[in-house]
């Protein structure tokens, strides 16, 4: 039996997660451990698109059955990338409909033999929807990108002689319906005299490409067929001590024991306990700090967690280790609070978009975006408009990144997008968005949406259904969405703990008008704060650039009009950072690629850094900025510098 439930539920309720996940089975991240391999499986895969007019040939031929290549021309398709700017075919670039991925896999023997072992296909996103077969079975659906899925393929795999080589066949479609996340529609245009027979458009109603492929790296990995299937970390602190409570499902048996040791980065035993929850108390704990708050920031202990498990076989153990940062989280009516001191986010929107891999993952691309985080000062970033790869959050829990983790739901611009069918969709991807972050000490708050047509009455309630079931899900943290409504109109702002608002005066309004934005800036924050006493973040703000067009005094697109409408929103910024203004996160850290329009040059160009990440004049202007904030609110005040400075012009 399950060991070690001293600390009843009683005690350990109101510290643990109010309600459980609806969804089955836990999602950590996949990690090498004694009990655990992965296979990455990286690399070339077989590619094809299918361009019948129904999309569905693939179907009726049953291209899953026999290796893709038998089905007709295949071409090579990175993994993880965007399919769209990788080949020279412009049908691909805009293809909307199923793609098809395959690729072979030879597995060690010991995971086809071994019946003690589980052997598990993850994929790290595949946008929008995605059928996954193995050997031509039908194995695993998925609906929605940006989040992982996995199917346990043991039986596919523990079957015989052959059973070593692997064929995965992935088909993925890219059509946004009024009830996927996000929305989008499909419209046939049928005047004949203007478009051929069948022709039709994805129309979105977001300002980025809709990148999709495997965009993720897909692996597989294994564990013990007894395992640690989650756990569920919270923090808090008590005087100088830190708490660490946890909860651990286990799947696979029901007689077992869990020990957990919580080691410190010397490794270090600093606490254990057993049994599938309890709380760890850590005396002097060192707490996870954002960077630049702190002299140590972010950081991590480790826990290890030991299963040991009786089965028909013998005694199976599984091991995961699970980095954890001590912090808590909490906002009144005008702060906040990260570890009961004032927080103050300055800091970035961004995309995970760049070059011909579109939002395909890349590693030198993400250590170069910290970089870039840390040289600008900024201490945070949304991840707008949907959940970044995990390997960034893991970035950001290990650099004190803050991060508003902000789910898919971007462009619900449409009354008809606000539907039953839809919030049931909407509440399930929070669920898999909580579910699988919800151990980062850098996710500080939850964001359900981006700039939803919030003055809908049908919005209103929908908000209020998804903001509260994530406040259900996860009560140890603020949940918000992020509006452009105006404040006497906004029917969701009522449920929300931080006002998110995205204002771009003197571009969208008044354009050119520099000199309106202070006044439209402070009437803007005064209405907001007047309406809610809730505290208040300027979520997007910024101009359009086009690197290297300069003109004094300034007009729009140019490098100085960024700088001066940036200086602007300044002012009024540090008139209300010292109330209830809380943070400022310029729209956009970098350039990113959007829908051809007569209003985008080769993509949104809002960046303070080029798509190919080169500074235009407003990231030195930012930078300075940055790191007088951070200099002005480090805590204790009487530390001097972080392990960056040396790359700050306050040295
Ligand atoms: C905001 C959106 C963002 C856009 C930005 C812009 O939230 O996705 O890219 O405007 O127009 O309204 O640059």
Redesign the pocket.
């Known amino acids: 039996m399950a060991r070690g439930l001293a600390v009843a539920w009683a005690v350990l309720g109101p510290l643990l997660w109010g309600c459980a996940l609806a969804l089955q089975g836990g999602m950590l991240y996949p990690r090498e451990s004694p009990s655990r391999e992965r296979k990455e499986l990286d690399g070339l895969w077989s590619f094809r698109a299918d361009f019948s007019d129904n999309r569905r040939r693939g179907f009726e031929e049953q291209w899953y059955r026999r290796p893709l290549r038998e089905s007709g021309p295949t071409l090579d398709m990175p993994v993880p990338s965007s399919f769209n700017d990788i080949s020279q075919d412009w049908r691909l670039r805009h293809f909307v409909g199923w793609v098809w991925y395959e690729r072979e896999v030879i597995l060690p023997e010991r995971w086809t033999q071994d019946l003690s072992t589980r052997v598990v296909l993850r994929i790290g996103s595949a946008h929008a929807y995605a059928i996954v077969w193995v050997n031509g079975v039908d194995t695993l659906e998925h609906k929605g990108g940006y989040l992982p899925f996995e199917a346990d393929i043991s039986n596919l795999v523990q079957v015989g002689p052959l059973s070593s080589q692997l064929r995965i066949t992935i088909a993925i479609n890219n059509t946004l319906t009024p009830t996927t996340l996000p929305p989008g529609t499909i419209q046939y245009l049928t005047d004949t005299s203007k478009y051929p027979k069948g022709y039709f458009v994805q129309n979105t109603y ?3 490409f809709n990148y999709a492929g495997l965009q993720r790296s897909v692996l597989l990995y294994t564990t013990p067929t007894a395992y640690i299937d989650d756990i569920t970390v919270t923090t808090s602190v008590e005087h100088d001590s830190g708490l660490v409570n946890y909860q651990i499902s286990v799947k696979g048996s029901n007689l077992f024991e869990l020990e957990v040791r919580l080691l410190d980065a010397e490794n270090k035993l600093v606490a254990n306990g057993t049994g599938t929850q309890g709380q760890l108390k850590v005396p002097g704990a060192r707490l996870w700090w954002p960077y630049l708050m702190h002299e140590r920031p972010a950081y991590l202990y480790s826990l290890e967690v030991r299963l040991t498990a009786q089965m028909s076989l013998g005694p199976v153990s599984d091991f995961y280790t699970l980095p954890v940062g001590i912090r808590t989280v909490a906002v009144t009516e005008s702060q906040f609070l990260i570890n009961g001191k004032p927080f103050y986010f300055h800091g970035v929107n961004k995309h995970e978009d760049a070059d011909i891999r579109g939002k395909g993952f890349d590693w030198p691309l993400l250590v170069k975006d910290f970089n870039l985080l840390r040289w600008l000062g900024a201490n945070a970033f949304r991840t ?2 949907y959940p970044y790869a995990e390997e960034v959050l893991q970035m950001c829990d290990r650099y004190g990144i803050v991060v508003i983790d902000e789910c898919p739901g ?1 462009g619900l611009a449409l009354p008809q997008f606000f539907n039953n069918v839809s919030l049931q969709n909407h509440m399930r991807v929070m669920e898999e968005v909580v579910r699988r972050d919800k151990n980062h000490p850098a996710v500080v708050m939850w964001s359900v949406a ?2 939803p047509a919030s003055h809908l009455e049908s919005a209103g309630y929908y908000l209020k259904m998804v903001i509260t079931h994530t406040k259900a899900l996860d009560p140890s943290r603020p949940v918000t969405f ?1 509006t ?1 409504s105006n404040y006497a109109a906004d029917k969701g702002a009522p449920y929300v703990d931080v006002i998110c608002l ?1 204002s ?1 005066y003197s571009w ?1 309004h008044d354009y050119g008008h520099l000199e309106l934005i202070q006044q439209q800036l402070t009437t803007q924050f005064e209405s907001w704060y007047k309406t809610y006493q809730k505290p208040i973040i300027q979520s ?1 703000y ?1 101009a ?1 650039t086009i690197v290297g067009f300069h003109q004094d005094p300034p007009l729009m697109f140019t490098e100085e009009y960024q700088k001066s409408l940036l200086e602007q929103y300044h002012v009024v910024l540090d008139q209300k950072r010292r109330k209830y203004v809380v943070g400022e996160l310029i ?2 850290f970098a350039d990113f690629m959007t829908e051809q329009s007569p209003t985008r040059v080769l993509g ?1 160009k ?1 960046g303070v850094f080029t798509r190919q990440r080169q500074p235009k004049s407003a990231a030195f202007l930012l930078r300075e900025r940055y790191w007088k904030i951070a200099n002005e609110t480090r805590y204790p005040y009487s530390i001097a510098k972080s392990q960056c400075l040396e790359n700050s012009p306050f040295t």
């Open positions: 977001f300002d980025f707008s408009h971007v981006n700039e992020v452009n995205n771009y969208y997007e910024g359009e729209w956009n949104n809002k």
